[in-house]
């Protein structure tokens, strides 16, 4: 590889000589802590999916059997930006090639699903301090991609009380054991897990100053299954 100063202007070479030339491919294995910003525009319209993976087989009887490879879904947003202003548009771009578009993950908070009051994560037993923090959605639990703590602290409750506890990224631990059978819950914000689906980024100039973004398809990334 040649020296990354052969290749820069005079004026350039103290910026080029200071930037890191990686050996190999990055590889996304290391989860980011980034935040998808929050910016002005975001339309009202925008899809939600989720999609399981089953694996079906049907014998020539008709005889149907399925067996799940996927314990929790994939959910797929699809945002659309009605306007975007300057310091907007440079912030979703410099987001998305900071991220090399679909290789870095990040946390999104959906505004349509974000908060939980009192969920049960668990029942005490002897020497289980650990809970994975979950959310309820009709029936259907769901664990949550990161607790968000840019906001209000969240709370663990031990039969409704407040405890002591110290909260991981997915996870609460209690200082003490809850007590056997005792219904151990949380309350508080959480993001999703995600990345981009796709490696571009289309933005359309509406005109001088103003663009808009039709679709931007993000999706998450399942670390527990």
């Known amino acids: 590889m040649p ?115 009192a969920q049960t994560v668990g029942l005490g037993a002897p020497g289980l301090r650990t809970f994975p923090l979950v959310y309820n959605e009709g029936g259907a639990v769901d664990r949550v991609g990161a607790v968000d703590t840019t906001g209000a602290a969240p709370i663990a409750l031990v039969n409704g009380s407040p405890v002591a506890a110290t909260f991981g990224r997915d996870t609460l631990t209690l200082d003490a054991d809850a007590g056997t059978g005792a219904t151990v819950a949380w309350t508080g914000s959480f993001f999703y897990h995600v990345a981009f689906a796709d490696d571009s980024l289309d933005l359309k100039r509406l005109m001088y100053q103003l663009a808009s973004v039709d679709g931007l398809s993000i999706e998450t990334v399942n670390q527990f299954s």
């Open 3 to 117: 020296r990354a100063s052969s290749a820069c202007s005079a004026a350039l070479r103290a910026t080029c000589s200071s930037a890191r030339w990686p050996s190999a491919p990055a590889t996304g294995t290391d989860m980011s802590a980034a935040i998808f910003p929050k910016l002005a525009g975001l339309s009202a319209e925008r899809s939600i999916s989720a999609a399981y993976s089953t694996r079906v087989h049907r014998a020539v009887s008709g005889r149907r059997s399925a067996m799940a490879e996927r314990l929790f879904p994939v959910w797929r947003f699809q945002l659309r930006y009605n306007f975007l202003r300057v310091a907007d548009v440079a912030a979703l771009r410099g987001f998305f090639r900071a991220r090399q578009g679909a290789l870095d993950p990040f946390y999104f908070r959906d505004e349509t699903n974000h908060a939980v009051i």
